[in-house]
């Protein structure tokens, strides 16, 4: 047994009466479980300010928020920045595009491609839910220290190998 996995077997668990905290066992040291753990809180935080009150799902979000950041993207470049297959990114975009959220122009550089731009409704809607973000941001930020929250998005983006 590590000593990380003791140390942290013999500290009570959050919820659990003291004296009677079930053990992680072998996912004390599983950094997935832990991954999925705080996935948890961070999902919950998403729908009750951003998922619920304005229909979309977090890939969503993170497209709008990507093309605001971008203005004009490639499906390819877009797809790559979230991991996505390209018939999950075309469903995805096809969505956002019935909704009038974005739109797809021809390339002025490339005539043979094309590039994904928000469009009034998506400019306005992608400012919204950033503002929402600000206080759902907020609430995670009470758990860490600027230079914990710096660590970890490093850390995080590592792990997924970005």
């Given at each position: 047994?590590?000593?990380?996995?003791?140390?942290?077997?013999?500290?009570?668990?959050?919820?659990?009466?003291?004296?009677?905290?079930?053990?992680?066992?072998?996912?004390?040291?599983?950094?997935?479980?832990?991954?999925?753990?705080?996935?948890?809180?961070?999902?919950?935080?998403?729908?009750?300010?951003?998922?619920?009150?304005?229909?979309?799902?977090?890939?969503?979000?993170?497209?709008?928020?990507?093309?605001?950041?971008n203005?004009?993207?490639?499906?390819?470049?877009?797809?790559?920045?979230?991991?996505?297959t390209?018939?999950?990114?075309?469903?995805?975009?096809?969505?956002?595009?019935?909704?009038?959220?974005?739109?797809?122009?021809r390339?002025?550089?490339?005539?043979r491609?094309?590039?994904?731009?928000?469009?009034?409704?998506?400019?306005e809607?992608?400012?919204?839910?950033?503002?929402?973000?600000v206080?759902?941001?907020?609430?995670?930020?009470?758990?860490?220290?600027?230079?914990?929250?710096?660590?970890?998005?490093?850390?995080?983006?590592?792990?997924?190998?970005?």
């Amino acid at each position: 047994m590590s000593r990380s996995a003791s140390v942290l077997d013999d500290q009570p668990r959050p919820g659990a009466p003291d004296g009677d905290a079930p053990s992680l066992g072998a996912l004390s040291d599983v950094l997935g479980y832990h991954v999925a753990q705080a996935a948890v809180t961070t999902v919950e935080l998403f729908e009750r300010h951003i998922g619920e009150r304005y229909g979309l799902r977090k890939v969503e979000f993170s497209i709008l928020m990507l093309l605001q950041a971008n203005h004009a993207i490639t499906p390819k470049k877009l797809g790559q920045m979230l991991a996505l297959t390209p018939p999950n990114l075309t469903l995805l975009l096809d969505r956002l595009q019935e909704r009038g959220l974005l739109r797809r122009e021809r390339s002025q550089v490339d005539r043979r491609s094309h590039n994904i731009v928000l469009t009034e409704a998506g400019v306005e809607l992608a400012a919204e839910t950033a503002a929402a973000a600000v206080p759902m941001e907020r609430e995670l930020q009470g758990r860490l220290s600027a230079a914990e929250r710096a660590l970890l998005i490093e850390l995080l983006r590592k792990v997924a190998g970005r």
